[in-house]
Each structure stands twice: as C-alpha cells, then as structure tokens.
C-alpha cells in the first residue's frame, strides 16, 4: 500500500506560480513511479505530468510543456510540481498519482494509487 499526501495548493493570479508537492509513504513507495493529474469542475480528470523512479525521464501535457516541471527528491519520498505562468485553464483540483510501471502519458485507469487532491485556483 502507498500512501500520498499533497500539499501546496492555492488561490494565484494569472501569471503567477505555485508548487506542489506529495509526500509518499508505504513500504514500497520509492519504487513508483510517479505523476500528477487534474481535473477541473465538469472535465474529466486528465494527465499533466510524470517522472520515472530514477528522476531521469519526464512526460508532460502538450498544455503544460515549457510551464510546469515534475521532480522528484527520493531523500525525502516526495515529487514535486513547479507550475509557472499559470492561468485560468490551469485552475483545477490536482492529485498525485502512483503507478507500478514506466513513466509515460497514463490515462487515469492506469493509476494505482491516488492522493486526496489539493486545490489550485488561478484568477485573471
């Protein structure tokens, strides 16, 4: 069993940046790989990002590419999401994912384990 906690959200206003960050634990954790989804009111939720359990693969959302950066820091069993130049299509709850597999653009029934979600709300 993996346990992952979000933290980090919040209220920002266009232009801005925020990040996120999850905190996995379980006996397993560190050999996940990791990603984060999001999911707006009355969307699906969809991929944004995710990195292998080496750190050294990344995927991204054509919508996020060159604004967001996934990381991860296994000293600490937490992934972070550095989310620059938001703006109001970014606004969304976002969840941490885990996955026993390879990094790569996961569709959400690919996911084993989920975080509670952390909201992130951008103005304009």
């Known amino acids: 069993q993996v346990q992952l906690v979000e933290s980090g959200g919040g209220l920002v206003q266009a232009g801005g940046s925020l990040r996120l960050s999850c905190a996995a634990s379980?006996?397993?954790?560190?050999?996940?790989?990791m990603g984060w989804f999001r999911q707006a009111p009355g969307k699906l939720r969809e991929f944004v990002a995710t990195?292998?359990?080496?750190?050294?693969?990344?995927y991204y959302a054509d919508s996020v590419k060159g604004r967001f950066t996934i990381s991860r820091d296994f000293t600490k069993s937490t992934v972070y999401l550095q989310m620059n130049s938001l703006n109001s299509e970014d606004t969304a709850v976002y969840y941490c994912?885990?996955?026993?597999?390879?990094?790569?653009?996961?569709?959400?029934?690919?996911?084993?384990?989920w975080g509670q979600g952390t909201q992130v709300t951008v103005s304009s």
């Open positions: 990195i292998n359990w080496s750190g050294g693969s990344t």
């Open positions: 994912a885990a996955r026993a597999g390879r990094a790569g653009r996961w569709s959400a029934d690919e996911v084993d384990y």
């Open positions: 379980g006996r397993t954790s560190s050999m996940y790989t």
